[in-house]
């Protein structure tokens, strides 16, 4: 927020890939929710300059799987997957994200009550999507939204949804990633918790407490 890290600079130019280095403008002490401007920041220089790719917002309290990456770059529209949460000062992992039929969503997994109002049950690290929809009226499903943004003035925890939403109407225009769901492919982990169990490998001994079915 508001100047560009010089550390950060620093990882990125020893990535040895391309990439552009933005700096979110606005006065951190006036918003509610920085991710959601510093995510918007980005959405906004996508639109602007028409990049044409896929949009993914990775953090630095996930671990990934590289097979991740190589799946999201065959994402024609919008894909989402489930993720897997290690809860705070347990070793208890739950999951959240879609039930999956092949390559079509058919319903939500879910193990927060509080969540459960939720349209789609998706975490920030469980979906990408082509950025085109961002900016070609012919790749958008909602012609109404001027700009597609995520929005701070939304509950804790209903800021995935409301973004999904300005993107696609139902299940029916998402793809399942990969085909059936059947791998976890990314951790969220909860790194203010003071002692934290790391997951043994990418494999959850039991399924999901909730699922949430299609209405």
């Known amino acids: 927020m508001g100047a560009a890290a010089g550390e950060t600079a620093e990882i990125l130019r020893r990535t040895g890939v391309m990439y552009r280095h933005l700096v979110c403008e606005r006065n951190s002490s006036e918003v509610k929710d920085r991710g959601v401007h510093q995510r918007n920041a980005a959405l906004e220089h996508i639109e602007h300059h028409r990049i044409n790719g896929i949009v993914y917002f990775a953090d630095d309290d996930n671990i990934y799987s590289l097979e991740l990456f190589d799946r999201i770059r065959e994402i024609r529209k919008f894909g989402t997957w489930p993720v897997a949460m290690l809860t705070q000062g347990k070793s208890k992992a739950i999951l959240e994200g879609p039930v999956c039929n092949g390559s079509q969503v058919i319903g939500w997994h879910t193990n927060e009550k509080s969540k459960r109002l939720r349209r789609f049950h998706v975490d920030m690290s469980g979906f990408a999507f082509n950025s085109t929809m961002l900016w070609d009226p012919r790749r958008r499903q909602h012609l109404s939204w001027n700009a597609i943004r995520q929005l701070d003035t939304v509950k804790e925890g209903f800021q ?16 399942a990633v990969p085909p059936n769901c059947s791998k976890i492919m990314n951790w969220h982990l909860h790194l203010e918790a003071k002692h934290l169990v790391y997951p043994k490998g990418w494999q959850v001994s039991r399924n999901l407490d909730v699922v949430m079915p299609l209405n």
């Not at 995935?160 to 793809?175: G, H, K």
């Open 160 to 175: 995935e949804t409301t973004f999904i939403e300005q993107l696609v109407e139902d299940e029916s225009q998402m793809e």
